[in-house]
T-cell receptor
């Protein structure tokens, strides 16, 4: 079974500052990891995914995440926050089967001018 | 191309009433999912379907029923609504069992008084 822990339910950064959203996972099988973003009154949109191969994954809107097996982590970063990045972010993990996908509780990102 | 469409977007029910939430996808996806989203708990899987005519239980299936009579539609039913079912409900679809990103609808906000 898989599970995800997102550290920090709320993160606040200034515009132009580094964004770091933390995700740690637990999985009994090789994990496949995803970051989704949710804007108000919308569904989840895929930011990036790690399946196999390169451990540093680049996504949309300048976000990237690094899979670190030794730390069981998949933290999301962006070098410079933009006001439009304000949203809720969800980390998710699954094994080889989408039916076992587990989502974290979410981290709400606020960007201050 | 609409993607995943959920109907209705908002609904208020009284305890004991029944209703059906409709999810439609136009991507010819085999797999479809119903989740509920509650504050601080992320998304939890209610039921899912691996193809037309099939359904299976997810993490929190009690109090819900589903049907997938057509490949493009996945219905979620509440036979006797309870206040604990107040939530935001999301439908998602995926091309196959994965591991693949899921495509989400914009959600249905359901309040049960």
């Amino acid at each position: 079974a898989q599970s995800v822990t997102q550290l920090g339910s709320h993160v606040s950064v200034s515009e132009g500052a580094l964004v770091l959203l933390r995700c740690n996972y637990s999985s009994s099988v090789p994990p496949y990891l995803f970051w989704y973003v949710q804007y108000p009154n919308q569904g989840l949109q895929l930011l990036l995914k790690y399946t196999t191969g390169a451990t540093l994954v680049k996504g949309i809107n300048g976000f990237e995440a690094e899979f670190k097996k030794s730390e069981t982590s998949f933290h999301l970063t962006k070098p410079s926050a933009h006001m439009s990045d304000a949203a809720e972010y969800f980390c998710a993990v699954t094994g080889s089967n989408n039916n076992d996908m587990r989502f974290g509780a979410g981290t709400r990102l606020t960007v201050k001018p | 191309n609409a993607g995943v469409t959920q109907t209705p977007k908002f609904r208020v029910l009284k305890t004991g009433q029944s209703m059906t939430l409709l999810c439609a996808q136009d991507m010819n996806h085999e797999y479809m999912y119903w989740y509920r989203q509650d504050p601080g708990m992320g998304l939890r899987l209610i039921h899912y379907s691996v193809g037309e005519g099939t359904t299976a239980k997810g993490e929190v299936p009690d109090g819900y029923n589903v049907s997938r009579l057509k490949k493009q539609n996945f219905l979620l039913g509440l036979e006797s609504a309870a206040p604990s079912q107040t939530s935001v409900y999301f439908c998602a679809s995926a091309r196959d069992r994965g591991p693949r990103p899921q495509h989400f609808g914009d959600g249905t906000r359901l309040s049960i008084l």
